[in-house]
C-alpha cells in the first residue's frame, strides 16, 4: 500500500519543519519536538504530526545509552496509605513519593480527574476516528484517504515493527497510538499538561520515553477476551516502567474496567500453566491460589486513571449484565536506560 500522504505543507508549517530539523541535525532534539509541538498547538496540520512521530523515534534511538541512576530500584517508600486496597488520590495530590509507596506496596495507584472532562471527550473522539481511519486502511484507503487519524508507522533500521503489531494489537481491540498522528500529538500535549512527564522524570530519575509497540488507543466490548498477566514477564522485571491507564468513558459497572491484585509483587508469578492462554499469561487457576478474592475493579469516570507498572497482576475487567463499550488510553512509559530495544522507543 502507499504510505505517503503526498500533500505540500502551507508555509507556517513548513517554516516549522525547516527550524525542527535545524535544531535536530544540531543535538538539540527535544528542542526540535518542541517547536513543532508549538506549532501544531496553534493550527493542526498532518505534515507537522506525521514528523513529530518521526522525530520522537529518531530522537529516543539516537541518545547515548546511559546508565539507571544509582540507587536501589524500586525506590524504597513506606506504605503511606490507610486500609487496604488500592490506593486513591485526586490529580493535585499526585506526587513522586505517592506513586512509588503505590507501586512498591498496592500494585497501582488510582488517579481521579487525571484529564478533565473536555480533555477526555476531544481524545474520546481521536480514538473514534483512529478506529474508523485504521479499518479504512485495512479494507484498502491509502494513507492520503487516512490521515491523520492512521498512517502506518515505520520504525528505524535495528528496530521490529509492522503487521504482527498490527495485527495483535487490533486483534485485543487496539489501535497503536503511534499510528494515529493526531492522536499521539493530543495524547501527549493532554498528559505533558497533566504533569504526568515530571512526575516520571522525577520517578525515574531521567525524562521518559513510550513505547511504540504497547502505548494503545483501546477499546473494550463486554465480550473482550479477557487474560492474567504481569507486562513484566516480557518486559523484564528490572525494567523501569510504566503505564498511565486513562479511561475515556465511565467503566468498570456496564462497561468492561480493569481488574487488578492490590498488592506489590517482587517477582513473576509463574506464566503459562494451567488453562493460560498464552506461554506470558497466568492461569485462573493460579490467580486463585494467590487470593483472587482480594481483586479490585475500580469505577471510573471519564479521565480517571490507573497507574501500575510491570510487575502488577491485572486484566481487563468484565463480567455479566456489561452492555456498553469501553474506550482508554493504555501508555507505556520507559526510563531510557532500562528501555527494552524491542519495544521501539518514542521520546515522550
Not at 42 to 68: D, I, K, M, Y
Not at 224 to 235: K, R
Request: glycine residues 8%.
Amino acid at each position: 500500500m502507499d504510505t505517503s500522504t503526498g500533500c505540500a505543507p502551507e508555509p507556517r508549517a513548513r517554516r516549522a519543519l525547516e527550524e525542527a530539523d535545524r535544531l535536530f541535525a544540531a543535538g538539540r532534539r527535544r528542542e526540535a519536538v518542541e517547536v513543532l509541538m508549538a506549532s501544531n498547538a496553534r493550527r493542526p496540520a498532518p505534515q507537522l504530526e506525521e514528523r513529530l512521530v518521526e522525530l520522537r523515534h529518531a530522537a529516543a534511538t539516537a541518545a547515548a545509552p546511559t546508565e539507571p541512576p544509582s540507587g536501589a530500584w524500586p525506590v524504597p517508600e513506606p506504605d503511606r496509605f490507610d486500609g487496604p486496597g488500592l490506593p486513591e488520590v485526586a490529580v493535585d495530590d499526585l506526587a513522586v513519593d505517592v506513586l512509588r509507596a503505590a507501586m512498591v506496596h498496592r500494585g497501582g495507584l488510582l488517579v481521579r480527574g487525571l484529564l478533565d472532562e473536555p480533555t477526555a471527550r476531544r481524545l474520546l473522539d481521536d480514538v473514534r476516528r483512529s478506529f474508523d481511519a485504521a479499518a479504512a486502511w485495512v479494507a484498502g484507503a491509502v494513507p492520503a484517504d487516512t490521515t491523520p487519524w492512521y498512517v502506518p508507522f515505520a520504525a528505524d533500521d535495528g528496530y521490529s515493527f509492522g503487521e504482527l503489531e498490527r495485527g495483535f494489537t487490533q486483534s485485543l481491540g487496539g489501535v497503536l497510538a503511534v499510528e494515529s498522528p493526531r492522536s499521539l500529538f493530543d495524547v501527549v500535549r493532554a498528559l505533558t499538561a497533566a504533569g504526568v512527564g515530571d512526575l516520571l522524570e522525577a520517578h525515574f530519575g531521567e525524562w521518559p520515553a513510550i513505547s511504540a509497540k504497547k502505548s494503545t488507543l483501546r477499546r473494550a466490548t463486554p465480550t473482550s477476551p479477557t487474560e492474567w498477566h504481569q507486562d513484566g514477564a516480557f518486559l523484564g522485571s528490572g525494567t523501569r516502567s510504566i503505564n498511565v491507564w486513562t479511561a475515556l468513558t465511565p467503566c468498570g459497572v456496564d462497561a468492561p474496567g480493569i481488574d487488578v491484585f492490590p498488592r506489590g509483587f517482587d517477582h513473576i508469578v509463574a506464566t503459562g500453566t494451567d488453562s493460560a492462554r498464552f506461554s506470558w499469561s497466568v492461569s485462573a487457576e493460579q490467580a486463585e491460589r494467590l487470593g483472587v478474592e482480594t481483586v479490585e475493579r475500580p469505577v471510573f469516570e471519564a479521565g480517571d486513571a490507573l497507574i501500575f507498572d510491570q510487575m502488577a497482576l491485572h486484566r481487563t475487567g468484565v463480567g455479566p449484565g456489561m452492555s456498553q463499550d469501553r474506550y482508554a488510553l493504555e501508555t507505556w512509559f520507559f526510563a531510557p536506560s532500562t528501555y527494552p530495544q524491542e519495544q521501539v522507543p518514542i521520546l515522550f
